[in-house]
Nanobody
Framework: QVQLVESGGGLVQAGGSLRLSCAAS????????MGWFRQVPGKERRFVAA????????GYDDSVKGRFTISRDNAKNTVILQMNSLKPEDTAVYYC????????????WGQGTQVTVSS
């Protein structure tokens, strides 16, 4: 059973940085894509960034390009989202997600971690 556990959220001032971690367990993830999504109340969950576990290729939503960096630590089975130059509009609950290559998002989610950016 895939388990994803996020940590690292919190309150930060605009322009600051936060580092989110997602500890993944329950299977091998070599043929998986790992991602981060975010959601604000009343809105749908939106894609932020993703990384292929094998090879490490990445993708980002335009709103975070140049500010956020996704990476993985194979030894620790952990996915990291480094968030710099944070803006108040980055405020949301951030979710770690996983999907196998060729499938769609939606089967595996973490519990979410709150990120609040004050102006």
């Amino acid at each position: 059973q895939v388990q994803l556990v996020e940590s690292g959220g919190g309150l930060v001032q605009a322009g600051g940085s936060l580092r989110l971690s997602c500890a993944a367990s329950g299977r091998t993830f070599s043929n998986f894509v790992m991602g981060w999504f975010r959601q604000v109340p009343g809105k749908e969950r939106r894609f932020v960034a993703a990384i292929r576990w094998s090879g490490g290729s990445t993708g980002y939503d335009d709103s975070v390009k140049g500010r956020f960096t996704i990476s993985r630590d194979n030894a620790k089975n952990t996915v990291i989202l480094q968030m710099n130059s944070l803006k108040p509009e980055d405020t949301a609950v951030y979710y770690c997600a996983a999907r196998s290559e060729g499938s769609t998002w939606g089967n595996y989610w973490g519990q979410g971690t709150q990120v609040t950016v004050s102006s």
